[in-house]
T-cell receptor, first 112, second 115 residues
Framework: KNQVEQSPQSLIILEGKNCTLQ??????????LRWYKQDTGRGPVSLTI?????NTKSNGRYTATLDADTKQSSLHITASQLSDSASYIC???????????FGRGTSLIVHP | GAVVSQHPSRVICKSGTSVKIECRSL??????MFWYRQFPKKSLMLMAT?????????EQGVEKDKFLINHASLTLSTLTVTSAHPEDSSFYIC???????????FGDGTRLSIL
């Protein structure tokens, strides 16, 4: 069964600090992995998209890594800002289905 | 980047009313559209998937007569919540993707409140 596990479930950090969110998956065959940011009351917004051959992708202060061998991905946020407070969702696409598998998300709170 | 427009953003109506939510892909052809429901502080729950011109595929436990989905064109899908009741109150989000296994682009959601 395709699964995506995210950790931690929630995280509280101080403004300006860095943090790393984890995503482990068992989706097969693997097609792509995406990280989304969802602000409260809004739809998810894509941060990064990586395919099998890519092991890192940056989008401003967001850097995602992918290890296809261990089936792990991380999202690193540098110099966090209050606006980074949101839910971060890891989504893995499968070559065998057009329906991707969603993680349950990590809720990040950045305090001043 | 790709844009998906969802309308309306907020609906408040009386119990028994039917509510239609529109999802449009503005700058690409959406072969597949997805409808999700999200409860507060919970993850997105897939309700149904629709391909243009075909009947929607509903997830287990989702009533197809309650949640009518129409994907009549490559840029528009609609979700109609029929005879809505307070337990249907939720945040509904659509997403769209192009052909193949293209990534999904999400709408901004519709907050439905049934009184």
């Amino acid at each position: 069964k395709n699964q995506v596990e995210q950790s931690p479930q929630s995280l509280i950090i101080l403004e300006g600090k860095n943090c790393t969110l984890q995503c482990n998956y068992t989706v097969s065959p693997f097609s792509n992995l995406r990280w989304y940011k969802q602000d409260t009351g809004r739809g998810p917004v894509s941060l990064t998209i990586m395919t099998f051959s890519e092991n890192t992708k940056s989008n401003g202060r967001y850097t995602a890594t992918l290890d296809a061998d261990t089936k792990q991905s991380s999202l690193h946020i540098t110099a966090s800002q209050l606006s980074d407070s949101a839910s971060y969702i890891c989504v893995v696409g499968s070559g065998g289905s057009y329906i991707p598998t969603f993680g349950r998300g990590t809720s990040l709170i950045v305090h001043p | 980047g790709a844009v998906v427009s969802q309308h309306p953003s907020r609906v408040i109506c009386k119990s028994g009313t039917s509510v239609k939510i529109e999802c449009r892909s503005l700058d690409f052809q959406a072969t597949t559209m997805f409808w999700y429901r999200q409860f507060p502080k919970k993850s997105l729950m897939l309700m149904a998937t629709s391909n243009e011109g075909s009947k929607a595929t509903y997830e287990q436990g989702v009533e197809k007569d309650k949640f009518l989905i129409n994907h009549a064109s490559l840029t528009l899908s609609t979700l109609t919540v029929t005879s809505a009741h307070p337990e249907d109150s939720s945040f509904y989000i659509c997403s769209a993707s192009g052909s193949g296994n293209q990534p999904q682009h999400f709408g901004d959601g519709t907050r439905l409140s049934i009184l």
